[in-house]
């Protein structure tokens, strides 16, 4: 998958770059939670389920590159620790990991014997790694967030930038209504390419160790800086 493509996802869902706020949208006269949730309750529910609670989760990542039909897929596990803190471990097909501490971002890449280290800030912004999973009324100073649809069992969100952010068109998050588990996101670019990350086996971890989020570079690894 495309370095690009991953920082765009990040960027959407990990709330590291500003924007303006937007105005909170209406709830409907007399619609309820459990019948019409708008927008906004919904962010409300999920502040409650994740605020300030480091996780893990398995996942499967598919990619499609609309122009030339190419379709891909790939599995791994991603740990979330407050403040700003992640790790997404790819397994299968090829191993990669991608890690930040908060101020400095790695993806290593062990066939390719490869490092990429960068600061954080500078592709993503004044945020830190999971600011959104603290906050997530903060989506909506960046994206224009709409309920595209609720079913009995999942509701979709559909997010679009307020301001241009690289190639991202928009990003798409389905929620367990139940629960409130963020069960997939879903990132389109302008070229019509979408990414889909599907999560499974969510859990919940207090005690989370920092050494999941730091990264020693092998001896003999090329090291790149990302351009700033």
């Not at 502040?47 to 499609?64: L, P």
């Not at 407050?82 to 890449?109: Q, S």
Request: proline content about 4%.
């Amino acid at each position: 998958m495309r370095i690009t493509t991953l920082f765009c996802l990040f960027a959407a869902l990990l709330i590291f770059c500003p924007g303006t706020p937007m105005a909170r949208q209406q709830e409907a006269a007399g619609s309820g939670m459990d019948n019409s949730p708008s927008a906004d309750r919904l962010l409300k529910r999920l502040e409650e389920r994740y605020s300030g609670r480091n996780f893990s989760v398995d996942f499967r990542q598919e990619s499609t590159l609309e122009a030339m039909d190419i379709k891909d897929e790939a599995l791994g596990k991603a740990w979330f620790k407050h403040p700003g803190k992640m790790r997404w471990e790819y397994r299968e097909p090829e191993k990669h990991v991608i890690v930040t501490d908060g101020e400095t971002l790695w993806i290593y890449r062990p066939e390719d014997r490869q490092v990429v280290v960068g600061d954080a800030a500078n592709y993503f912004g004044n945020g830190k790694g999971a600011s959104f999973l603290a906050e997530f009324e903060l989506l909506k100073e960046i994206f224009e967030v709409s309920l595209e649809n609720c079913g009995s069992e999942r509701c979709r969100m559909k997010l679009v930038p307020r301001e241009k952010q690289q190639e991202l068109a928009a990003v798409y998050i389905e929620i367990n209504r139940d629960t409130m588990d963020i069960k997939q996101v879903d990132s389109e670019n302008i070229y019509g390419d979408i990414t889909r990350i599907f999560f499974k086996n969510q859990e919940f971890d207090p005690d989370m160790k920092n050494g999941l989020f730091e990264f020693s570079i092998p001896s003999g690894s090329d090291v790149l800086r990302m351009e700033e």
